[in-house]
């Protein structure tokens, strides 16, 4: 029986150490794409070229430790000896390798009779990393960097501290307005009777299915007809419209799940309908409210589609700001690298800092059009 | 439930003052909206002309945008409840739905019916074409191309995506930090697509052959350490689709898991230990009896991702732009608007994509009313 207990246990520890071995790998596959980013934002812009940015973590390297001198005498078209080895210029042209692990490598032409000795020595710590690419791609002024040769770069700005505080500006009414307008609608259809309470009602599922794609075209008709391209006013109109179905539908089946019997008294003591829906239902919602919001936030946040059709080159919100960096400057890695993390920022720190509401936030959103 | 409505009308005083109070009434009730209006029309005009500095206009456009739309239902509510009790009944409901629906008629219900009109129409929306934008979408090269690799987004990028999370499901359902591996996992889904098309772009850059190029993409570093010669990974169809597929995985196999993982702690443990006892090994029982009771899951998350794909634009737009073979529906669509400015056919691509959606999207509304997250 002991024994028997023994093996099993045994058994169970490896079956642990695999799965946790197997899920160790896959975690670190997926960590990794989005780490070489944030390390590579760090570093210096003619350095990312000069080697990986894996290259920071502890690693061995050639390091050039000593430079020879061959003898005059010697005739470098015959067999050579440096350091005990016998060998020749072609043969050392290639890079020898020492008994003792060093490498030989012959420099420049046959005349400068220079062979350099290379050692293999542990490279705990890159040192240069700077903050200078999130200053650069911040500011809209003129910037200087070195590119991939060396040559000092004069270029503008990308601007994307704007482009952040246009996300701001874009996101927050695009999160709130829609809230706002499907609770009262919600609370409507739930609570108040009135004609065509239920066709207009499925009309609104029915719209779940609209692809936004549907809406651009004559969207953008009628606003470069009223002049609203390239306005916040635009974006939150848009975002606000497509995001409608989807928070009237989750908001109407949490509204109307709630008990009956406590709007009825709070009628009895004379509240108007106006006053029982801002002071008891819009409190008593709030877990509906924060999961739709953080996914109608993320939504907007990281929409670039919308903002592409409606804002065009006015007021650019971060996704399309780093996306033309992407055509104009594709090989500009230290700006890019920076800018991407930026536009991570704010989902990311909401991601952390609201996890359980976020995963049910998105697990709602699932069923957006 | 309208008692206390009933109780709070008042039952009128004389002929003369009922007059003065109606007239004082309606000035009031004109009063108030025209200043609302006033307010927000200066807001709208100081948001357009202004030359303020950045962070005061966002702050201003925040609270005019957010405060506006308070105001107005606060206005409207005002307004019906200062007038006599039948009127009160009968528009209060609109002050509740009405905005809502007229964005929804504004933003959806209406543009559904526009572009398909459009969609029979010629490029400047001129002249009436019959079917031939349908005819285009379904013949030219480029949009056989594009269903083809839609078509490829949805089978590749869906079962990887269902396989993988259902994969980390399990398996980090067994361990002690599950917490951590499916944060781990999930956290892409809050990274935008131009955000991680800068990410893949950097895990795929090519730097060419030459003397003394060190590849900076992890993918060329590797194959070269490997031994062999580093490629343009975005450039070689067919295989550039599966490397923009990749990135699909990666961003949506925390979706997937997410919800697998809350299905399978919902599989009894006593259905798991009777089939253990009689002698079930786990891969047994993960096909028997795991797969058979979240099968609802399953299918509502492969329909999700599948819409998902069939939408797909950002990724492929960041990373190709559509060339080189990659391009998708999606993108068609903004570049026959976009790019060559033809009305028509955008429409017609439009009202493919909706026609291709509904379906799935019905089965999954059905799907999410017998769930009921909240």
Same mark, same amino acid.
């Given at each position: 029986?002991?024994?028997?207990?023994?093996?099993?246990?045994?058994?169970?520890?490896?079956?642990?150490?695999?799965?946790?071995?197997?899920?160790?790998?896959?975690?670190?596959?997926?960590?990794?794409?989005?780490?070489?980013?944030?390390?590579?934002?760090?570093?210096?812009?003619?350095?990312?070229?000069?080697?990986?940015?894996?290259?920071?973590?502890?690693?061995?390297?050639?390091?050039?430790?000593?430079?020879?001198?061959?003898?005059?005498?010697?005739?470098?078209?015959?067999?050579?000896?440096?350091?005990?080895?016998?060998?020749?210029?072609?043969?050392?042209?290639?890079?020898?390798?020492?008994?003792?692990?060093?490498?030989?490598?012959?420099?420049?032409?046959?005349?400068?009779?220079?062979?350099?000795?290379?050692?293999?020595?542990?490279?705990?710590?890159?040192?240069?990393?700077?903050?200078?690419?999130?200053?650069?791609?911040?500011?809209?002024?003129?910037?200087?960097?070195?590119?991939?040769?060396?040559?000092?770069?004069?270029?503008?700005?990308?601007?994307?501290?704007?482009?952040?505080?246009?996300?701001?500006?874009?996101?927050?009414?695009?999160?709130?307005?829609?809230?706002?307008?499907?609770?009262?609608?919600?609370?409507?259809?739930?609570?108040?009777?009135?004609?065509?309470?239920?066709?207009?009602?499925?009309?609104?599922?029915?719209?779940?299915?609209?692809?936004?794609?549907?809406?651009?075209?004559?969207?953008?008709?009628?606003?470069?007809?009223?002049?609203?391209?390239?306005?916040?006013?635009?974006?939150?109109?848009?975002?606000?419209?497509?995001?409608?179905?989807?928070?009237?539908?989750?908001?109407?089946?949490?509204?109307?799940?709630?008990?009956?019997?406590?709007?009825?008294?709070?009628?009895?003591?004379?509240?108007?309908?106006?006053?029982?829906?801002?002071?008891?239902?819009?409190?008593?919602?709030?877990?509906?409210?924060?999961?739709?919001?953080?996914?109608?936030?993320?939504?907007?946040?990281?929409?670039?589609?919308?903002?592409?059709?409606?804002?065009?080159?006015?007021?650019?919100?971060?996704?399309?700001?780093?996306?033309?960096?992407?055509?104009?400057?594709?090989?500009?890695?230290?700006?890019?690298?920076?800018?991407?993390?930026?536009?991570?920022?704010?989902?990311?720190?909401?991601?952390?800092?609201?996890?359980?509401?976020?995963?049910?936030?998105?697990?709602?959103?699932?069923?957006?059009? | 439930?309208?008692?206390?409505?009933?109780?709070?009308?008042?039952?009128?005083?004389?002929?003369?003052?009922?007059?003065?109070?109606?007239?004082?009434?309606?000035?009031?009730?004109?009063?108030?909206?025209?200043?609302?209006?006033?307010?927000?029309?200066?807001?709208?005009?100081?948001?357009?002309?202004?030359?303020?500095? %950045?962070?005061?206009?966002?702050?201003?456009?925040?609270?005019? #945008? *957010?405060?506006?739309?308070? &105001? @107005?239902? !606060? $206005?409207?509510?005002?307004?019906?409840?200062?007038?006599?009790?039948?009127?009160?009944?009968?528009?209060?409901?609109?002050?509740?739905?009405?905005?809502?629906?007229?964005?929804?008629?504004?933003?959806?219900?209406?543009?559904?019916?526009?572009?398909?009109?459009?969609?029979?129409?010629?490029?400047?929306?001129?002249?009436?074409?019959?079917?031939?934008?349908?005819?285009?979408?379904?013949?030219?090269?480029?949009?056989?191309?594009?269903?083809?690799?839609?078509?490829?987004?949805?089978?590749?990028?869906?079962?990887?995506?269902?396989?993988?999370?259902?994969?980390?499901?399990?398996?980090?359902?067994?361990?002690?930090?599950?917490?951590?591996?499916?944060?781990?996992?999930?956290?892409?889904?809050?990274?935008?697509?131009?955000?991680?098309?800068?990410?893949? %772009?950097?895990?795929?850059?090519?730097?060419?052959?030459?003397? #003394? *190029?060190?590849?900076?993409? &992890? @993918?060329? !570093? $590797?194959?070269?350490?490997?031994?062999?010669?580093?490629?343009?990974?975005?450039?070689?169809?067919?295989?550039?689709?599966?490397?923009?597929?990749?990135?699909?995985?990666?961003?949506?196999?925390?979706?997937?898991?997410?919800?697998?993982?809350?299905?399978?702690?919902?599989?009894?443990?006593?259905?798991?230990?009777?089939?253990?006892?009689?002698?079930?090994?786990?891969?047994?029982?993960?096909?028997?009896?795991?797969?058979?009771?979240?099968?609802?899951?399953?299918?509502?998350?492969?329909?999700?991702?599948?819409?998902?794909?069939?939408?797909?634009?950002?990724?492929?737009?960041?990373?190709?732009?559509?060339?080189?073979?990659?391009?998708?529906?999606?993108?068609?669509?903004?570049?026959?608007?976009?790019?060559?400015?033809?009305?028509?056919?955008?429409?017609?691509?439009?009202?493919?994509?909706?026609?291709?959606?509904?379906? *799935?999207?019905?089965?999954? &509304?059905?799907?999410?009313?017998?769930?009921?997250?909240?």
């Amino acid at each position: 029986m002991g024994a028997s207990t023994a093996s099993i246990k045994k058994q169970r520890f490896t079956s642990t150490l695999l799965v946790n071995g197997v899920m160790i790998v896959i975690c670190v596959l997926w960590l990794i794409p989005t780490l070489g980013v944030f390390i590579t934002s760090f570093r210096q812009s003619d350095q990312i070229f000069r080697s990986g940015w894996w290259t920071i973590f502890p690693h061995r390297e050639w390091v050039e430790v000593a430079e020879l001198k061959i003898d005059p005498a010697v005739d470098v078209d015959g067999p050579i000896t440096v350091e005990g080895v016998t060998t020749t210029f072609d043969e050392l042209r290639q890079g020898i390798q020492l008994p003792d692990g060093r490498q030989l490598t012959w420099h420049g032409n046959k005349r400068t009779r220079t062979v350099k000795v290379f050692e293999q020595q542990w490279k705990i710590f890159d040192t240069s990393l700077t903050l200078e690419n999130y200053q650069n791609v911040l500011t809209g002024k003129e910037i200087r960097f070195k590119d991939a040769a060396g040559h000092e770069i004069l270029r503008q700005g990308n601007n994307l501290g704007d482009a952040f505080m246009n996300s701001v500006a874009v996101t927050v009414p695009s999160t709130i307005i829609p809230i706002l307008i499907a609770a009262f609608a919600a609370y409507g259809f739930a609570w108040l009777d009135f004609p065509g309470r239920k066709v207009f009602f499925i009309v609104v599922v029915a719209l779940l299915v609209v692809p936004l794609q549907l809406a651009l075209v004559p969207i953008l008709q009628d606003y470069m007809r009223l002049q609203l391209n390239g306005t916040y006013l635009a974006m939150w109109l848009a975002h606000t419209g497509f995001g409608l179905p989807l928070a009237i539908y989750l908001l109407f089946n949490y509204i109307g799940g709630l008990p009956r019997d406590l709007l009825e008294s709070a009628f009895i003591d004379g509240a108007s309908h106006f006053t029982i829906f801002t002071r008891l239902i819009l409190p008593l919602s709030v877990p509906a409210l924060a999961s739709f919001a953080i996914f109608q936030f993320l939504w907007v946040w990281n929409d670039y589609l919308v903002a592409l059709v409606f804002l065009g080159d006015a007021n650019r919100v971060v996704t399309s700001a780093l996306a033309a960096m992407v055509g104009e400057k594709g090989q500009d890695w230290h700006l890019l690298t920076s800018g991407a993390f930026i536009s991570m920022l704010l989902p990311l720190t909401v991601f952390f800092a609201l996890q359980r509401y976020f995963v049910r936030g998105l697990l709602a959103g699932s069923v957006k059009g | 439930m309208q008692a206390a409505d009933d109780l709070q009308s008042d039952g009128g005083g004389g002929v003369l003052g009922w007059l003065g109070g109606t007239i004082g009434r309606i000035l009031v009730s004109l009063f108030v909206p025209i200043v609302t209006f006033v307010v927000l029309w200066q807001g709208f005009i100081f948001l357009r002309d202004t030359t303020a500095a %950045k962070p005061v206009i966002v702050v201003v456009a925040i609270v005019w #945008g *957010v405060g506006g739309v308070a &105001l @107005l239902f !606060a $206005v409207s509510n005002w307004l019906i409840e200062n007038m006599p009790l039948v009127w009160r009944r009968r528009l209060l409901p609109f002050v509740f739905v009405g905005p809502g629906l007229a964005l929804l008629g504004w933003f959806l219900a209406l543009p559904t019916v526009r572009t398909l009109v459009l969609s029979l129409m010629d490029e400047t929306s001129s002249q009436f074409v019959g079917l031939s934008n349908y005819l285009f979408a379904f013949t030219d090269r480029v949009m056989l191309e594009s269903f083809r690799n839609n078509l490829q987004w949805m089978v590749f990028g869906t079962a990887f995506c269902v396989g993988m999370g259902l994969l980390i499901a399990v398996l980090s359902d067994r361990t002690r930090y599950e917490t951590v591996y499916k944060v781990i996992i999930f956290m892409p889904m809050a990274i935008s697509f131009v955000g991680a098309g800068v990410i893949w %772009k950097f895990m795929y850059a090519y730097r060419g052959e030459g003397f #003394g *190029v060190t590849e900076i993409g &992890l @993918l060329n !570093a $590797v194959v070269v350490a490997l031994g062999g010669t580093s490629q343009a990974w975005l450039l070689h169809p067919p295989w550039n689709n599966y490397f923009l597929i990749v990135i699909m995985v990666w961003l949506q196999t925390g979706f997937a898991m997410v919800i697998f993982s809350s299905a399978i702690k919902g599989v009894p443990g006593d259905l798991l230990e009777a089939a253990r006892v009689d002698g079930a090994n786990e891969v047994q029982v993960f096909f028997k009896i795991t797969i058979p009771y979240i099968q609802g899951t399953l299918i509502t998350v492969t329909t999700t991702i599948v819409i998902f794909s069939l939408k797909l634009f950002d990724i492929v737009r960041v990373m190709t732009g559509g060339n080189n073979g990659t391009n998708v529906i999606a993108n068609e669509f903004y570049i026959q608007r976009f790019t060559y400015g033809h009305a028509g056919r955008a429409s017609a691509i439009a009202i493919l994509l909706l026609l291709a959606v509904i379906p *799935v999207m019905i089965y999954n &509304l059905r799907q999410f009313s017998e769930r009921r997250t909240f």
